[in-house]
Structures are given as C-alpha cells and as structure tokens.
C-alpha cells in the first residue's frame, strides 16, 4: 500500500479554479493507477476522476469532463487535480486514493485523509 496526502483546497469564487495535489509514499508508486473522489454533505462518497498507472488513460464523471484534468508525476510520486470553472455543487471534501487499476478503484485499497474545497456563488 501506499500512504497519501492531500493539498490544496481552500475556499475559491464561483467560476474559479483550484490546483490540488496528493503525495504518495511508499513503494512502487509509478505501478499504481490514482484516482480522486469527492464527498459533501450528506451526499455519498462520488468518483472524480482516475488515471492509470502510466498516465495514458485518464477517466472522469460526466459532472466534471471539460472541467478537471488528472495528472500524475511519477518521478515525484504525485497526482494532481486541475480544477477549472469552479461552481458551488463542487464543495465537497476531496481524496486521493491509490490502487492497482482504474477498474478497481472505487474500492481503493489506500486513500488520504482528504482536504475541504468549498466553492461560494
């Protein structure tokens, strides 16, 4: 497994942008897919975003396509989440979590301890 850490949220205006960043430590980061959820209030748990291992396949939820771009830096062992065009419903908690496919990642076997986004109107 791999242990995360999450950075970058804050508070930002409706239409703004936000860059957060997860470190990875641990071994064998590069042989991980990586993916970021989301949760608010009173809602469940909600996929983000995930790219593989490589970074040559990256996937999204309708609700952020267009929107958020998921990267990743092997050499550092981390990922990002580019978060552009900001609105209110994107408030929520944000996690990274680790696993060893995208396929699989909703029931990642490591996660962060995630970090607040609130976007105001």
């Known amino acids: 497994q791999v242990q995360l850490v999450e950075s970058g949220g804050g508070l930002v205006q409706a239409g703004g942008s936000l860059r957060l960043s997860c470190a990875a430590s641990?071994?064998?980061?590069?042989?991980?897919?990586m993916g970021w959820f989301r949760q608010a209030p009173g809602k469940e748990r909600e996929f983000v975003a995930a790219?593989?291992?490589?970074?040559?396949?990256?996937v999204y939820a309708d609700s952020v396509k267009g929107r958020f771009t998921i990267s990743r830096d092997n050499a550092k062992n981390t990922v990002a989440l580019q978060m552009n065009s900001l609105k209110p419903e994107d408030t929520a908690v944000y996690y990274c979590?680790?696993?060893?496919?995208?396929?699989?990642?909703?029931?990642?076997?490591?996660w962060g301890q995630g970090t607040q986004v609130t976007v105001s109107s």
């Open positions: 979590a680790a696993d060893r496919a995208i396929a699989t990642i909703t029931n990642a076997g490591s």
């Open positions: 641990g071994r064998a980061f590069s042989t991980y897919a």
């Open positions: 790219i593989s291992w490589g970074g040559g396949t990256t």
